[in-house]
């Protein structure tokens, strides 16, 4: 699974180079990403239709007891599905929906994939901080996406207004979160403690 994300991450980075070189081509290049994501989920269908579950662990910050946690089950599958397969499909008819001189194809390339490999860490979250940054970055590419390349008002103003609507969610979140963590954390320090009796016998 992580690698799946990773390779979002890396085709979005070379998106731009790609569409400079192959124009809008390139787009057809950059739906194998999504598509083998698709591919990938689909290959693990019988385990879950099983009742299984995937789950990969990869350590983020150690000292922190953070972890990359990532889970594919029912429901997980059933959004990765969506995600991958409506992601391939945009790219798809991306490659022809701009034009071969169109300035703009570049910077959304890479967004658009961006935002394709974010959707999809969110829908494999396993871990409430992962949940939370796949989140924020939906928000951020979701703006630049929105927005284009800034040069009309109407667009300024609809990424705006999704920026504000996305972020205000994210902070409902954020205080969801740490009102969840905050008894959890409660119970873990109750649970590690020790009792009067033991502490008397030290």
Not at 36 to 55: C, D, P, S
Not at 134 to 147: D, K, N, P
Not at 189 to 200: G, L
Request: proline share 4%; net charge neutral; with cysteine.
């Amino acid at each position: 699974m992580l690698a799946v994300l990773l390779l979002h991450l890396v085709a979005a980075v070379v998106a731009p180079v790609l569409v400079r070189g192959w124009g809008r081509n390139a787009f057809l290049a950059l739906a194998v990403v999504p598509a083998t994501g698709f591919a990938w989920v689909l290959t693990r269908l019988r385990t879950v239709a099983e009742g299984g579950e995937v789950t990969e662990s990869v350590p983020w910050v150690p000292a922190l007891d953070l972890d990359v946690a990532l889970r594919l089950d029912a429901l997980s599958l059933t959004f990765a599905l969506l995600v991958t397969g409506v992601g391939a499909l945009v790219l798809l008819y991306c490659a022809r929906y701009f034009e071969p001189d169109d300035e703009g194809s570049a910077r959304f390339a890479g967004n658009l994939t961006a935002f394709a490999g974010s959707m999809l860490g969110l829908v494999l979250a396993d871990d409430l901080l992962m949940l939370y940054v796949f989140w924020e970055l939906t928000t951020v590419f979701s703006y630049l996406l929105i927005g284009g390349a800034g040069t009309k008002l109407a667009a300024r103003r609809a990424a705006s207004q999704a920026l504000i609507l996305t972020t205000a969610g994210g902070l409902a979140m954020l205080i969801g979160l740490i009102m969840l963590g905050r008894p959890a954390a409660a119970t873990c320090c109750r649970r590690s403690s020790p009792t009067p009796a033991a502490a008397r016998s030290w």
